[in-house]
């Protein structure tokens, strides 16, 4: 069986703020509970005005604060940005507040631009370096404290949070292996070395304390709507988010274009394609059937949906058609 989650990037929308982002966010999590998600993940990044999530464990907080059995977790905490005891008296807060539905996954990228991971974290040119020797003193911090500890997470000591491992490259995958830890590739917006990190995680796994065999997970975008029309067009607000992006103009999520003829320059059409080719576009029955070739292909334990969609009821739609194929693919259900 493979699970469904979602991760969202709490998307705020031209018009819109951040208050009636988190607002929007905290509803598509209710609804997701009810409909049978395994997880609602959040995504840490910084200096984006269309992305609300920067204070990641705050957000998180709020979305648990809000449901009551879905897990609720980062996806993920972006490790060079901070202190390995923060991040573990963060989620130990978290996980002391709502036991048994907090997961924390770790990427090794600063989810910003440089002058802002500057900003963020003055030595941030090393942090990257250290990434393995954070990940395993950010592990420790969740052991049981020793006698005669100095440093001790509290919360945190003792507590069983979940840690998970992200990445878009052959690093994390390697790292996720060598410390039996699930893995989870972005391929919602870097697919190029999936296949290659997925066969790496699995063959180089050794199983560990918390995992006897390797889980890896997948991004996945959707965007589903009762006509393939209507959801191309919903799709069309993340490509000019993406096109922006790499035109050094961040902005909020904007509304949807009929056609976007005229707004991209060829080359930036096959760039963003490229970036977003791990997508499902269409009625319910084409995203079935891209979703079931995707997991055939890839064979991943677990699917991360997103969909970064203007209007918030035509987002509810378009997790809600997911919801009902994940149960004709049986995913399994929530808290597994």
């Known amino acids: 069986m493979t699970a469904l989650s979602i991760l969202d990037l709490v998307p705020i929308i031209e018009g819109g703020d951040a208050r009636l982002a988190f607002r929007n966010s ?3 999590a209710q609804h997701a509970e009810r409909w049978g998600y395994r997880r609602f993940w959040l995504a ?12 990641t464990a705050v957000a998180i907080g709020y979305i648990a604060g809000g449901t009551s059995t879905i897990r609720v977790g980062a996806g993920g905490i972006m490790l060079p940005n901070h202190a390995p005891l923060v991040v573990a008296e963060q989620f130990g807060t978290l996980e002391s507040l709502y036991p048994g539905r907090i997961d924390l996954g770790l990427g090794r990228a600063p989810g910003t631009d440089q002058l802002t991971a500057r900003a963020l974290r003055r ?5 990257a370096e250290r990434f393995p020797q954070d990940v395993v003193e950010l592990q420790r911090y969740f052991q049981p ?36 830890l699930p893995f989870a590739f972005a391929s919602h917006f870097a697919p190029d070395h999936l296949m290659e990190a ?35 067009r919903l799709f069309t607000s993340v490509q000019q988010q993406f096109v922006r992006l790499r035109r050094g103009r961040p902005g909020p999520l904007p509304p949807p274009l009929e056609t976007l003829e005229g707004f991209w320059t060829p080359a930036e059409k096959f760039g963003v394609e490229h970036a977003l080719s791990c997508s499902a576009v269409g009625t319910p029955e084409q995203v079935e059937a891209a979703l079931r070739a995707f997991i055939a292909e890839t064979g991943v334990d677990e699917i991360m949906a997103t969909g970064q969609i203007y209007d918030h009821a035509a ?15 049986g995913a399994s259900a929530p808290g597994a």
């Open 123 to 127: 030595d941030f040119l090393n942090s």
């Open 198 to 232: 997925l066969k790496l995680y699995r063959s180089l796994f050794r199983p560990s304390g918390v995992l006897e065999k390797p889980y890896a997970m997948a991004g996945f975008n959707v965007f589903a709507a009762d006509s393939e029309a209507e959801a191309r």
């Open 44 to 55: 840490e990044h910084h200096n984006m005005p269309g992305i609300g999530s920067s204070a």
């Open 315 to 329: 987002r509810l739609r378009s997790f809600e058609i997911l919801a009902e194929i994940g149960q004709r693919l």
């Open 26 to 28: 905290l509803d598509l």
């Open 145 to 180: 404290a020793e006698p005669g500890q100095s440093v001790i997470a509290v919360p945190g000591a003792g507590l069983r949070v979940p840690i998970w491992l992200l990445g878009s490259s052959l690093f994390s995958a390697q790292l996720a292996a060598s410390l039996g």
